[in-house]
């Protein structure tokens, strides 16, 4: 009898985080990515092995090994593509709201929203406090 056996290497995308790169120093958008090993008997895949996470980031390809102990917690941080899209757009509406709020006030005299720099209300023309 004759038996035919090996092993196979696999990768399996599970998602995307956002996290600190080490590298870049930067929050970046990480690819997950399931390796591991299916021993094969006649050609025929019966069961995974040597499982390892890695993260790779969008930014700059730097990639470690998730480990052992931060893989449930990775989970529910996994999005798809179109999460990560989602997230990101709603980042920038609030960075755009922000950096609108930093760069004007609102007049004490009559509530329209003027620059910060203003030092006259260009609505009612009175002498803004410093």
């Known amino acids: 009898m004759v038996l035919i056996w090996g092993r196979k290497g696999y990768q399996q995308h599970l998602g995307l985080i956002v996290t600190e790169c080490p590298r870049c120093m930067e929050h970046r958008p990480f690819n997950i990515y399931q390796y591991g090993k299916k021993f094969t008997l006649y050609f025929i895949p019966t069961f995974s092995y040597d499982k390892k996470q890695v993260a ?7 990639a470690f090994e998730i480990p052992k102990d931060m893989k449930n917690e990775l989970q529910s941080m996994l999005m798809s593509e179109e999460e990560l899209m989602h997230k990101i757009t709603e980042i920038q509406r609030m960075s ?10 609102t007049c004490p005299y009559c509530a329209e ?12 023309r009175k002498d803004l406090p410093p």
Not at 114 to 124: D, H, N, S, W
């Open 56 to 62: 790779i980031c969008g930014a700059c390809s730097y």
């Open 113 to 124: 929203e003027i620059k910060t720099e203003a030092i006259l209300c260009r609505y009612c």
């Open 96 to 105: 755009e709201e922000k950096t609108k709020e930093l760069s004007t006030k």
